[in-house]
């Protein structure tokens, strides 16, 4: 098999694989694969793990809290917040559901006191049209 080049990019980290022979993902169509002379792709990589294997038929799991995949003229480019890389189905999915978990529930976190913030704003916007706020 003709081989391609796999560039991941979080924010911290920056790998350049070279010799990789496949490639498998999840977006929301579905489960899907990339192979050497695949046509331009651009898709939205759910959460969870994906895979690819190199020249030496070597598995490695891939684990993403959502990324972007970006694939054009034999080159795969993956950018994500955070990701995680190991030969072992076990470990990495156990890492995914501590480390990546624990991540996306602080989102989470903040995302519903951003929206309480907002919500208590437009309250206090209501208030201030209707002249009931400085009032004792």
């Known amino acids: 098999m003709r081989p391609f080049i796999l560039h991941l990019q979080s924010a911290t980290q920056f790998q350049r694989i070279e010799g990789v022979t496949s490639f498998v993902g999840e977006d929301r169509s579905g489960q899907f694969g990339i192979l050497a002379g695949h046509a331009r792709m651009i898709t939205s990589l759910a959460f969870g793990l994906?895979?690819?294997?190199t020249v030496e038929?070597?598995?490695n799991y891939l684990a993403l809290p959502g990324a972007l995949l970006y694939f054009v003229d034999d080159r795969l480019a993956i950018n994500t917040r955070r990701y995680l890389i190991d030969t072992d189905y076990q470990r990495i999915s156990s890492a995914l559901e501590e480390q990546?978990?624990?991540?996306?529930?602080?989102?989470?976190?903040?995302k519903e006191s951003l929206h309480r913030l907002e919500a208590e704003m437009f309250k206090r916007?209501?208030?201030?049209?209707?002249?009931e706020e400085g009032s004792p």
Not at 50 to 53: D, E, F, K, L, Q
Not at 100 to 110: C, P, T
């Open 50 to 53: 994906a895979r690819y294997r």
């Open 100 to 110: 990546l978990g624990m991540e996306e529930e602080k989102l989470r976190g903040m």
């Open 57 to 59: 038929n070597v598995w």
């Open 125 to 131: 916007l209501q208030r201030m049209e209707r002249g």
